[in-house]
């Protein structure tokens, strides 16, 4: 027992030994780690000393330690930033749906400013800038090198005032420039109407007021239709939609889902994940559902998009949607500033990352670009209608009571009335179109 008990102490003593002879070179590897981390903060501050004292002009030591957080930020991705006091109340203004500006959702690309979408009824939309423009100027000063925030700062501005930036468009041989006046821009976050018998839902962005805008929107609807039995089905129009809150990308989500996961984000740490399931309730009580989605289609627009999508709920009908597939979370900083820093990524109900691949529709539906002459010189060479109702002497058709002469001619009306559309909108008549062929086939089993 004695020789046991010996042995056993040996053993213990010879794998402490063992544990020691490796834990040592992990631990001096951990010390050589945060001296050279110490170091590396030490050269940061004697470089800023010898900036404040030995630079050609005075600096404002504040403003360039600013630059040296957002440097550190932005280095990360193109989505983590530090805001400054004034930029977090911007932001915090901007989620409740009221800011001043030019109206469009912007990132940043090989130095320059990428607009993801301009937001709807805007000066941006209204100036025709168009998602995926890249803004190389303001009023004659080129962004380039400039961090996102010093180029969204410089096109900042007085509302009512003028600003004249650069834009390189795909498909445009040279750089063209474009005026646009400075607005309080006042965003509706969804706006709801009525299509040939489908309701449209334009969804806009996702703040504070986009979950209860669609429910009281879509109720509007119904009521206006005498039910939701004579409606055929909904469009739910995301086009340009830059994003935004996930918890109302989450909302609205739920409002077409009675159950199942919604979406998952996954962090740094594997523990960490969370996962978001829809709650028993459709809003539409199983209405057919088209998405309407394009390369302006970003962040939470997508997280909607690929949810209803992996679900079977809709049918997802545009072009390839921007591909931003990671989560930014606001981090309050003294001194009232704050920090955007990118957390974690999400991933539709199926498990796939939409991070730089995008929401691919089901459907690969363009939309034309017409040039402001096409409406006229479609009317021309349009040739002009020849029917036997218009023959001299063609017999009248005595078969038909009043009511269905009034509905034939209700019919054509809503057919000249699709035609108009699809010169306005090609993809949102082609989604109405699905809608109305499924409502045509009936229920199906």
Known sequence: MKKFLMAAAAGTLAGVVVTTQVAAPLLAQEATKNTSVYEQLDLFGDIFERIRSQYV????????????????LTSLDPH?????????????????????????????????????????????????????????????????????????????????????????????AEPFDVSIIRDTIK??????????????????TFNDQTFDNLESGLAEQFEAAGGAENIDGIVLDLRNNPGGLLTQAIKVSDAFLEKGEIVSTRGRDPEGGERFNATAGDLTNGKPIVVLINGGSASASEIVAGALQDHRRAIVVGTNSFGKGSVQTVMPLRGDGAMRLTTSRYYTPSGRSIQALGVSPDIVVEQPRQSPNTAEEEQTTRPSGRFESDLRGSLNNDSLSE???????????????????????????????????????????
Request: glycine residues 10%; negative net charge; proline residues 3%.
């Open 57 to 72: 002009e005075e600096v404002n030591e504040a403003d360039l330690i600013e630059a040296a957080i957002n440097g550190m």
């Open 80 to 172: 983590s930033s530090y805001m400054s006091p004034e930029a977090a109340d911007d932001m915090r203004v901007q989620t409740r749906g009221e800011f001043g500006g030019l109206g469009i959702e912007v990132t940043q690309e090989e130095g320059f400013v990428k607009v993801v979408s301009p937001i709807d009824d805007t000066p941006a939309d209204g100036a025709g800038i168009e998602a995926g423009d890249f803004i190389t100027h303001v009023d004659g000063e080129s962004v380039l090198g400039l961090t996102l925030n010093e180029a969204v700062d410089l096109m900042r501005g007085p509302v009512g005032s003028e600003i004249i930036i650069t834009v390189v468009r795909e498909g445009e």
């Open 403 to 445: 009511d269905e002469t009034r509905q034939i001619e209700e019919e054509r009306d809503r057919a000249e009335a699709s035609a108009k559309l699809r010169e306005e909108d090609y993809q949102l008549a082609y989604a109405i179109d699905i809608l109305t062929g499924m409502s045509a086939l009936g229920p199906q089993d």
């Open 187 to 204: 965003l509706t976050a969804v706006r709801a109407r009525t299509e040939r018998d489908t309701v449209v839902l334009r969804v806009t």
